[in-house]
């Protein structure tokens, strides 16, 4: 257990559906990350949250928006899905720079 | 454009043997490199962290090397276990600024250990 929790592990959903994701960070970590990963592909990031505040924004479409609340659990959320959607998405968290990112199990997302 | 290329995209080897992975970057400024290792479906684990003044970190058997002049870093696996296969991912950190950074991800080396 990397400390790093995301829920569901799974989803199945429709197309033009809208989802979210959840994650919550490693106790005493403030930056929460997004990424997802299609199949064989490398990690994209999508957006970084530090202690509340959106910090970095990566290649995220206009139909996903993310934020992280003041326990500083994160959510994604994923909307008028399309099937090139279905990825795996990464939350992981860190306190600072020099410290290893932390990951979450991920979120199998699977659009029909 | 920052970018990590990783070699070889696969690669398959022989229980006990060692292998040598290769990570080659563009990003600058340069603040930090990181090994990461990914079973297939499941999040990556940090294997090793250098900042851009350490030649070499250990990790048990998983030894990385930098040469920041060169923009090189190789994971060097001893005497691999079955236990091995998986993706191995080079990331790079290009910033040294607080709070706000994004991290550069290789494509990954696909390491399959075979009895």
């Known amino acids: 257990d990397s400390g790093v929790t995301q829920t569901p592990k799974h989803l199945i959903t429709a197309t033009g559906q809208r989802v979210t994701l959840r994650c919550s960070p490693r106790s005493g970590d403030l930056s929460v990350y997004w990424y997802q990963q299609s199949l064989d592909q490398g990690l994209q990031f999508l957006i970084q949250y530090y202690n509340g505040e959106e910090r970095a924004k990566g290649n995220i479409l206009e139909r996903f928006s993310a934020q992280q609340f003041p326990d500083l659990h994160s959510e994604l959320n994923l909307s008028s899905l399309e099937l090139g959607d279905s990825a795996l998405y990464f939350c992981?968290?860190?306190?600072?720079?020099?410290?290893?990112?932390?990951f979450g199990s991920g979120t199998r997302l699977t659009v029909v | 454009k920052n970018q990590v290329e990783q070699s070889p995209q696969s690669l398959i080897i022989l229980e006990g043997k060692n292998c040598t992975l290769q990570?080659?970057?563009?990003?600058?400024?340069?603040?930090?490199l990181r090994w990461y290792k990914q079973d297939t479906g499941r999040g990556p684990v940090s294997l090793t962290i250098m900042t851009f003044s350490e030649n070499t970190k250990s990790n048990g058997r998983y030894t990385a090397t930098l040469d920041a002049d060169t923009k090189q870093s190789s994971l060097h696996i001893t005497a691999s276990q079955l236990s091995d296969s998986a993706s191995y991912i080079c990331v790079v950190s290009p910033t040294s600024g607080a709070g706000s950074y994004q991290l550069t991800f290789g494509k990954g080396t696909k390491l399959s250990v075979i009895p």
């Open positions: 990570c080659n970057y563009t990003v600058s400024p340069f603040s930090n």
């Open positions: 992981a968290s860190s306190v600072g720079i020099t410290q290893g990112y932390t």
